[in-house]
């Protein structure tokens, strides 16, 4: 295995580059649970999970609740913001702007993400 450079060491890694990879993270596993549950509604096995997921304990369904509400929140949070850069680049596509709003998607999908889990 080759080294790394030890430049690549000693810089920070931007959290506009941390923004744009757990939106495709978000979005890749968002996948796989719409896909999932396709496969298992077309199967017919929607009481079975449902039965199995009504005997989970508080805690774990708790897990399993914010695991499809923190990603789909944060997931449409980046959506939105890039209707807003699509529609106004001149004004929203400038580095502090990109830095500031990256920050504002990741504060805002903890409170969202509760909310959203009170609602259900």
């Known amino acids: 295995m080759k ?3 030890p430049h690549v060491n000693i810089y920070k890694f931007p959290i506009t580059a941390i923004s744009s990879i757990a939106t ?12 999932g549950s396709g496969i298992v ?3 017919d096995k929607k ?5 199995q997921y009504d005997k989970l304990s ?21 959506g ?3 209707i807003i850069w699509d529609k106004y680049p001149e004004i929203f596509l ?7 709003s990256s920050f504002l998607i990741f504060s805002l999908t903890v409170p969202f993400s509760y909310l959203f889990e009170k609602l259900i």
Do not use: A, E, M, Q
């Open 3 to 5: 080294n790394i450079s």
């Open 24 to 35: 495709r993270i978000t979005g890749l596993s968002l996948t796989g649970i719409y896909v």
């Open 41 to 43: 509604c077309f199967f």
């Open 47 to 51: 009481d079975y999970l449902k039965d």
């Open 58 to 78: 508080y805690i774990n369904k708790k897990i399993i609740n914010y695991s499809i509400i923190g990603p789909s929140v944060y997931h449409s949070l980046g």
């Open 80 to 82: 939105f913001r890039h």
């Open 94 to 100: 400038k580095n502090n702007s990109v830095k500031k």
